[in-house]
């Protein structure tokens, strides 16, 4: 069982910054990849953004490529996103998950555990 915390959402005009962060906690498994995803309302969760256990690799969704970085110091450091240049269509609830197979996967069901989400508004 993992517990997983986000952090760092909140209110930012277009064009500016926001960093989230992800704490894990209670993970049995060291090799595992983390995961950023985000849902609008109406729509569907959407990958964001993966890094492997080792912080070594990391995988975007084309929406966020050179604007979004995902990181993280090491394996047992929490996992940041720091999102630069947002746009109004970035207003999301984002969520950090764990995918124990450290698969760097897109699909949302390949991911076993999820934190509650922290909101993101950019505004126009």
């Known amino acids: 069982q993992v517990h997983l915390v986000e952090s760092g959402g909140g209110l930012v005009q277009a064009g500016g910054s926001l960093r989230l962060s992800c704490a894990a906690s209670?993970?049995?498994?060291?090799?595992?990849?983390m995961g950023w995803f985000r849902q609008a309302p109406g729509k569907e969760r959407e990958f964001v953004a993966g890094i492997s256990w080792s912080g070594t690799m990391m995988r975007y969704a084309g929406a966020v490529e050179g604007r979004f970085t995902i990181s993280r110091d090491n394996a047992n450091a929490p996992v940041d996103l720091q999102m630069n240049s947002l746009k109004p269509e970035d207003t999301a609830i984002y969520y950090c998950?764990?995918?124990?197979?450290?698969?760097?996967?897109?699909?949302?069901?390949?991911?076993?555990?999820w934190g509650p989400g922290t909101q993101v508004t950019v505004s126009s």
């Open positions: 209670g993970r049995t498994l060291s090799r595992y990849s």
């Open positions: 998950a764990v995918d124990d197979s450290g698969s760097l996967s897109s699909s949302t069901s390949r991911y076993t555990s």
